[in-house]
């Protein structure tokens, strides 16, 4: 079967970097993308990598090695706000997004 | 705000029901998904259109249909409904097929007594 894993959850401390993992097992690869939903609202899109490699968008960056089925979402100098849910999905062979549970991110002061 | 609209925003229903959940795109969007959403759980794929053909299915129900229509806006028909479809329903659109960025509506929320 298809499948994404990421940590249920993570607690970091405001003003840290923490790193949110994902492996994939997939029928096929079209890229590793990262969402955030923060309680009650809609997924919002962070960052994506088709290639391996990093990819920076402002305190966020991902990173993806495709030869481990890896790859991970940094986030650095958290803030309170940062507080959400973080899913990574990739899009398989078929073309259907396939999305991991999610990782609570839990920031403390 | 993503561009993106869902009516109803909230839905209370009886089982047995049946109910449509409507979707309007980001204006050029040709690409419409819907999700489901369990309390607690990650976003399961439905089913996914693109300029008014299905693209691609997901674990979506047989008692749970879609369609897009020349406009483009998108509806997600749940009929015979249980206690168990009781989660939050979002719509996403993405520019084209193979595009990764997907933006999300508010999504509907839907209570099944």
């Known amino acids: 079967g298809q499948s994404l894993e990421q940590p249920s959850e993570v607690t970091a401390v405001e003003g840290a970097i923490v790193q949110i993992n994902c492996t994939y097992q997939t029928s096929g690869f079209y890229g590793l993308s990262w969402y955030q939903q923060h309680d009650g609202g809609a997924p919002t899109f962070l960052s994506y990598n088709g290639l391996d490699g990093l990819e920076e968008t402002g305190r966020f960056s991902s990173f993806l090695i495709r030869s481990d089925s890896y790859g991970y979402l940094l986030l650095q100098e958290l803030q309170m706000k940062d507080s959400a849910s973080y899913f990574c999905?990739?899009?398989?062979?078929?073309?259907?997004?396939?999305w991991g549970a999610g990782t609570k991110l839990i920031i403390k002061p | 705000d993503s561009g993106v609209t869902q009516t109803p925003k909230h839905l209370i229903t009886a089982t047995g029901q049946r109910v449509t959940l409507r979707c309007s795109p980001r204006?050029?969007?040709?690409?419409v998904y819907w999700y489901q959403q369990s309390l607690d759980q990650g976003l399961q794929f439905l089913i996914q259109y693109y300029n008014g053909e299905e693209r691609a299915k997901g674990n979506i129900l047989e008692r749970f249909s879609a369609q897009q229509f020349p406009d483009l806006h998108s509806e997600l028909n749940l009929s015979s409904l249980e206690l168990g479809d009781s989660a939050l329903y979002f719509c996403?659109?993405?520019?084209?097929?193979?595009?990764?960025?997907?933006?999300f509506g508010p999504g509907t929320r839907l209570l099944v007594l």
């Open positions: 996403a659109s993405s520019p084209a097929r193979g595009r990764e960025t997907q933006y």
């Open positions: 204006s050029g969007d040709l690409s």
């Open positions: 999905a990739v899009r398989d062979r078929n073309y259907q997004l396939i």
